[in-house]
């Protein structure tokens, strides 16, 4: 039986403050099913529900056998929808434009912060992009310009606002030319070593805007060629 919702949440706040007070870091495990049921006078299934629930904000991740573990998410305000919401090209353009209207600013404030090893993280982003794809969010060089603003709510709109880019069906068909992806981050990144925020902010606005036109384009193409193409699995870093 399903325990009551207001129970499970009730829960489910009480789990997440369990892992404050202990002050569990991402990679600690929280105590058994067996022990917070106790602790909480729930049962077994209803602590279950309540750790499922916060598997699905990333907050904690269930291995079987294993325990539970805290994750990185536990720490984030701004969290993109876990459940599947469709995003057509519309969408999918609205999402660029969100980037067209943020990611400037976050360029120009990279700029100004410029730590060492956020610089670093960047080259390294950068030269990521020409190896084998790496999965949104790690070592996105987007999401690690966000990282280097400074501003953990402009990164954590960025990794939400990646992640739900990174599921639509645009995404998984839509190339943006990897070479050209790369020269164009190294640019940006070459501003921003100089401290140049606002020639930083001008590149990282042309670079969104070229790959929405892109996406235009070859939305077009693709419906000019009608339902009979073949998904690209290629790169989506962008
Ligand atoms: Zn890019």
Known sequence: MTAPIGLVERLTREIVGTIRTQNLQPGQTLPSAKALAERFEVTVPTVREALRRLEATGSVELKHGSGTYVREAINRRILDNPHYVPVDLAAAIELLDARIAIEPGIAELAASVQGDSAVETMETAVDNALQLHTEVPAGHFHVELA???????????????????????????????????????????????????LEASHRTRKHLESIKAAVLADWSEQSAADSSESTTTEGTEQ
């Open 147 to 197: 990282k280097a603003s400074g501003n953990r709510a402009l990164h954590e709109m960025l990794v939400s606002l990646l992640a739900i880019h990174s599921r639509t069906q645009q995404a998984a068909r839509f190339t943006y030319d990897r070479l050209r992806d790369h020269d164009e981050h190294a640019d940006i990144l070459d501003a921003i070593k100089r401290g140049d925020g």
